[in-house]
């Protein structure tokens, strides 16, 4: 009697037993579910110090560059190895005889700078195209001593001038004394509006004994007049003995901005 029942009971059985193992079957997904996100957080944490240390690094690299970037003008320009001036011009004589003196508060030749060097150019100026990047161990540079506090590249100068600069250099050391670069291109500040600082056609410079004892104030009187002499003679266009209160005394030297210009370096042996 109890039979059918019985077999409805153990259809009943047989229809739970299927849903316990549906059941079950849903517990193991719900569980290989929460074994893959547990694997996939574990694998994140694992590697946490390696993307922190990427975004730190990429951090890290953007500044720089933006660093780099700032300071621009002055990252020597690099030059392939096979490069060598075949034939340049004459930078270790003078080409001008020295003035039998150069006084304090004088100038070389006596008109103002704009006749001899010509006014700032406003405008035609480009320090991409016109600026040049010049290096010599036997010369002292302000920038290079002072700090990054300050932005200015003593080494940045208009291409028109590396001629005369290097002829002075030359003539300066072959003198026995140390060339001292203070000032050279400063785009913005310090300088007056229209002055030739600010397209790298002016230099100011001083001098000292390479080695051994400084000059004292009074011997730089004679050592700078000396020195404005060589520069008139190196081929700067217009010189200034400066005896400013601001900066102290120094030599003021500038050029035409369309001068000569160093010759185009071409590989050695190849046919031009
Ligand atoms: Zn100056």
Not at 35 to 60: C, D, N, S, Y
Not at 179 to 203: C, F, I, M
Request: with cysteine.
């Amino acid at each position: 009697m109890t039979r059918p029942k019985h077999t409805r009971g153990f259809h009943g059985h047989g229809g739970k037993g299927a849903l316990t193992s549906r059941m079950l079957r849903h517990t193991r997904d719900d569980d290989d579910e929460l074994l893959l996100r547990e694997r996939l957080h574990e694998f994140i944490v694992a590697r946490l110090p390696v993307i922190f240390i990427f975004v730190a690094g990429l951090v890290v690299g953007i500044a720089l560059r933006g660093m780099v970037f700032e300071r621009a003008g002055c990252v020597p320009e690099e030059l392939p190895e096979a490069e060598v001036v075949e034939a340049g011009p004459d930078l270790a004589n003078p080409v001008r005889q020295a003035p039998k003196s150069f006084k304090r508060d004088t100038t070389m030749p006596r008109s103002g700078e704009g006749d001899a060097s010509g006014s700032i150019t406003n405008g035609e100026f480009s320090a991409g195209r016109d600026l040049v990047y010049v290096d010599d161990e036997r010369v002292w540079w302000e920038s290079d001593n002072d700090g990054v506090s300050d932005d200015e590249c003593d080494h940045s100068i208009h291409a028109a001038m590396e001629m005369p600069f290097r002829r002075l250099v030359n003539l300066v050391s072959a003198a026995g004394w140390q060339l001292r670069v203070q000032e050279a291109y400063r785009a913005t500040g310090t300088h007056a509006d229209r002055s030739l600082h600010k397209e790298g056609r002016a230099l100011d410079i001083t001098v000292d004994r390479p080695v051994g004892e400084k000059l004292t104030p009074f011997e730089k009187i004679a050592a700078y007049e000396e020195l404005a002499k060589l520069a008139w003679q190196a081929g700067f266009d217009w010189v200034y003995y400066e005896n400013s209160r601001g900066t102290g005394p120094h030599v003021h030297a500038s050029v035409r901005a369309d001068g000569p210009r160093m010759p185009v370096l071409h590989q050695k042996g190849k046919a031009k």
